[in-house]
């Protein structure tokens, strides 16, 4: 049998509908498009015809697993902050200091402040010996500005 060498608007037509109905059968493709199973079979098998496939599919089906993946893990960050920031509203004494480190790193780094490492490779480290209540005053002080800039909301407080 030989194989096809240029992929149709007919064998456009069956990547649709393979596309489409994933789970039909060659004999059903057949009695469609009125072509021997024999045939189709050929025609599935050859190279022009599994790379016409591969394009169609990337092009219709991959869009729409990015967009569900997107929005999977949208909804698990979403629903992260929501546990940090419960976390983070609990009086200072109660919330670990590498939590509120943490935190604040991960807030600068989402909002491109902070000095932490920036593209331009240009931060300065400074080392700075403070104990870590005084350490944790001062995040959790920077860490309520980066929350009321990002809600406009100026009564945000952290525990006292």
Do not use: C
């Not at 902070?114 to 240009?122: E, I, K, P, V, Y």
């Amino acid at each position: 049998m030989s194989s096809i060498q240029k992929v149709s608007y007919t064998h456009d037509a069956m990547i649709d509908m393979l596309i489409s109905n994933p789970g039909i059968s060659q004999g059903e493709l057949a009695a469609h498009f009125g072509y021997t199973p024999a045939w189709i079979s050929t025609i599935m098998s050859s190279d022009a015809f599994k790379e016409k496939l591969e394009a169609r599919r990337e092009e219709v089906v991959n869009p729409i697993i990015r967009v569900t993946m997107e929005d999977r893990f949208t909804a698990v960050v979403m629903k992260s902050l929501e546990v940090l920031q419960e976390k983070l509203e609990q009086p200072h004494t109660a919330v670990p200091d590498q939590l509120a480190l943490q935190a604040a790193g991960l807030g600068a780094k989402a909002l491109g402040k902070g000095g932490f490492g920036g593209t331009g490779g240009n931060a300065v480290q400074v080392n700075v010996q403070v104990n870590a209540e005084e350490r944790l005053a001062r995040v959790a002080g920077r860490l309520s500005s980066l929350v009321r800039e990002r809600r406009g909301d100026a009564e945000v407080e952290v525990g006292g």
